[in-house]
């Protein structure tokens, strides 16, 4: 097995790991005396529905609506009733389907008693697809303060913050409107920590933030947002702390995370032969920053190793950002490659991947990248200017056009960045 074959192998390990028919089924409660409704959002959504769906008990009522990102169901999917209803809409800026899905998610919910079940099926994309603004907050405002802050480079915690107090659903706003039902919230987590009440903007967990710190998030961003959209946040908090009484009957469960899934990679790379080093499964920065002190890590590592030695794997996860300078077309785990093959300089017998396990990688269809001792002398060869393309965040372009591009297609789940180094002993 060769070095990229190898990495690819990690990753795939760590993708199937986290897949919703491994991880869900076991899980699920017995069926309620009364009914069961199934509501939910995120990029695993749809998988997480059929899954639930085929393994619910023949005879026990069934019903809701989910939310996924266009492209994300399944396409070899078929329930076994339909009694889920899947919607598809925009990820990551929210668009007006999923607003009229999220609507018609609540109305499922209502006239629930305490003899219902509600299960949320909650993965990574659903603060843009379990989409209700506020209220004085309009479909274009929420789209442009998501846009900016994507493109602010603030980190995933901060931005959900603004997301929830903005929202009618984030915050345990959703569980809320299923009092007084009894909810078991089944997530997938896609953020650094695996902090329940930041999956997803967390529409079933408490929260302790308040509007006024969604403010100071947007002003140390410098993210300017029209003045009705600062008084909705000057207004008393909606979302709900984790004391309020409507949440006693809240179950919240992660059920895949990116530490279990760099775990498995771990395991693989161990029994092939390797030895392992995990850098945290909760990274956190910006992506060029975190490739380079990487970059440095590897090339002390590899003058440490004697020759014949086993090769050594640095694995990592968490969650990188992209602060946007130019009008390129990149994505975190790309920008991560690109600024991790600059720094390198082409050192032998260093390869490295690092890939979004949902298969997208920021706006794009394309999972992350390679890279090889070869990439900077191949992207010469073509014509191609690794600095200027990391200056105008245009790394997809630039690993497209040398053919090293990590495709996998939607993955159907999603436990954020991997990332994996490995390093064999100098020749």
């Not at 600095?387 to 372009?397: Q, W």
């Amino acid at each position: 097995m060769t070095p990229e074959s190898e990495l690819r192998a990690l990753f795939d390990i760590a993708v199937q790991r986290a897949l919703p028919a491994r991880v869900l089924p076991a899980h699920l409660p017995t069926p309620p005396k009364g009914r069961t409704v199934v509501v939910g959002a995120g990029k695993a959504s749809a998988a997480m529905a059929l899954v639930l769906e085929e393994a619910w008990p023949a005879g026990a009522p069934l019903s809701g609506l989910v939310i996924t990102r266009y492209g994300h169901v399944p396409p070899d999917a078929s329930p076994r009733r339909g009694a889920i209803r899947i919607v598809e809409a925009r990820h990551p800026v929210p668009d007006a389907a999923g607003e009229v899905a999220t609507q018609e998610m609540l109305s499922c919910l209502h006239g629930m008693t305490q003899g219902d079940l509600v299960i949320a099926v909650i993965s990574g994309g659903a603060s843009a697809l379990m989409f209700a603004p506020a209220e004085g907050v309009s479909l274009a405002d929420k789209q442009a303060v998501n846009a900016a802050l994507l493109a602010s480079g603030a980190p995933i915690s901060q931005m959900n913050i603004v997301r929830k107090h903005l929202s009618r659903v984030k915050g345990d706003q959703l569980a809320a409107a299923a009092a007084p039902a009894r909810v078991l919230s089944l997530m997938i987590s896609d953020v650094p920590g695996d902090e329940p009440a930041l999956i997803g903007s967390g529409p079933t967990v408490g929260d302790d933030s308040t509007p006024a710190e969604a403010l100071g998030i947007l002003d140390h961003w410098k993210i300017a947002v029209p003045a009705h959209v600062r008084a909705v946040l000057s207004r008393p908090r909606k979302v709900l702390a984790p004391s309020d009484p409507r949440l006693f009957s809240v179950t919240n469960r992660i059920i895949a995370a990116p530490s279990l899934s760099l775990a498995a990679a771990a395991d693989l790379a161990t029994g092939r032969g390797g030895d392992v080093h995990l850098l945290g499964d909760a990274i956190e920065g910006e992506a060029r920053e975190v490739a380079r002190a990487h970059a440095e890590l590897a090339l002390q590592v590899q003058a440490g190793l004697a020759p014949g030695a086993r090769p050594v794997f640095l694995l990592s996860g968490g969650e990188l950002t992209v602060t946007r300078r130019g009008d390129g077309i990149g994505g975190p785990n790309a920008e991560y490659c690109l600024a991790l093959a600059l720094a390198l300089k082409g050192a032998p017998g260093i390869q490295a991947l690092a890939a979004d396990t949902d298969g997208v990688d920021g706006a794009v269809e394309v999972a992350g990248a390679m890279v090889l001792p070869q990439t900077l002398a191949l992207a010469q060869a073509r014509g191609l200017d690794p600095i200027a393309m990391l200056e105008r965040n245009d790394a997809h372009s630039f690993f497209e056009g040398i053919g090293q591009q990590v495709l996998t297609g939607p993955t159907f789940t999603n436990v954020n960045d991997f990332r994996a180094i490995r390093i064999d002993p100098p020749s």
